[in-house]
């Protein structure tokens, strides 16, 4: 059994140590886990990330709509707490419909005014909110296939989720290996400037990708079943604005979970892992290892 974690340092001014504040545990009798967290400029508290089976917090229990028909597949969870981690709301996010498979916030972006932004990952369909509940939104069609895809959506500070929407490659084998054809889509984080523009980055597996009015093609696909990486601009409504990929994520996990960050200028930084040799725009890089 593995339970989510919350430790809370308090740190003054002038101090040579930190002081434990409090402790908080939150889950339930499977493996869950916390990825995101963020604090907006009032101080509340704000996490994300996954859960199997059902998951606990505070006096709201969230349960995983997937487990009957398909066992321990996950979904996501987006909760908010006060300065004393007292849990004021919880939302899952899922399939909700008892498919296969995953679906996991694997980057959250929270503003001063507490406006959060999850990103992740989703298989063939997507609903945020308690399912049936008003004011639950679903992935548009159009932008869901029948494999894995990436999500984008925004929870207003109350918990009310405002828009959310689906992108990425067509997952379309074309005689690559079955373990790298299931590899799929993932979007790893989210950040918003100071105008509200919304930065995302990821990678995407098969010919192309679609971001709405917007496609990108993977060459590394057809020559060496390869997934590629992108990143990508929206405006502060969810509308694509612009995406540009790079190459070198290859089949290997642990060189495809990069991470962004901007400036106050809205220049935009990305970390992350890459094997042999990496394109980003104009430039090459080779690896030594």
């Not at 996950?74 to 908010?80: A, D, P, R, W």
């Amino acid at each position: 059994m593995k339970k989510l974690l919350l430790i809370i340092f308090c740190a003054p001014i002038i101090a040579f140590s930190q002081t434990t504040d409090w402790v908080k545990s939150f889950g339930g009798t499977a493996s869950d886990k916390g990825i995101s967290i963020g604090v907006d400029s009032l101080g509340f508290i704000y996490c994300s990330g996954y859960f199997n089976n059902e998951a606990t917090f505070g006096n709201i229990t969230l349960t995983n709509s997937n487990l009957s028909t398909w066992g321990n597949n996950k979904e996501n969870f987006v909760f908010k707490m006060d300065s004393l981690g007292n849990v004021l709301w919880a939302i899952p996010g899922g399939n909700q419909s008892g498919s296969c498979c995953d679906d996991r916030a694997l980057g959250m972006h929270v503003t001063p005014g507490g406006d959060v932004f999850i990103t992740g990952t989703f298989w063939s369909s997507y609903k945020l909110g308690v399912n049936g509940a008003p004011g639950t939104l679903s992935v548009p069609g159009a932008q869901t296939n029948s494999h894995d895809n990436s999500l984008l959506a925004k929870i207003d500070t109350d918990g009310n989720p405002v828009w959310v929407i689906g992108f990425g490659g067509d997952n379309t084998s074309g005689g690559c290996p079955y373990p790298i054809y299931d590899a799929d889509d993932h979007s790893y984080d989210v950040k918003v400037d100071d105008d509200g523009f919304i930065y995302v980055t990821g990678f995407f597996s098969g010919y192309d990708a679609d971001f709405d009015n917007l496609s990108v093609s993977n060459p590394d696909w057809s020559n060496s079943c390869q997934p590629m990486g992108y990143i990508g601009k929206l405006d502060p409504n969810g509308n694509w604005l612009w995406v540009d990929e790079f190459s070198g994520i290859k089949d290997q996990r642990g060189s495809r979970d990069n991470r962004l960050a901007i400036d106050k200028f809205s220049n935009i930084y990305v970390v992350g892992g890459f094997q042999n040799t990496g394109n980003y725009g104009p430039y090459s890089i080779i690896s030594n290892g």
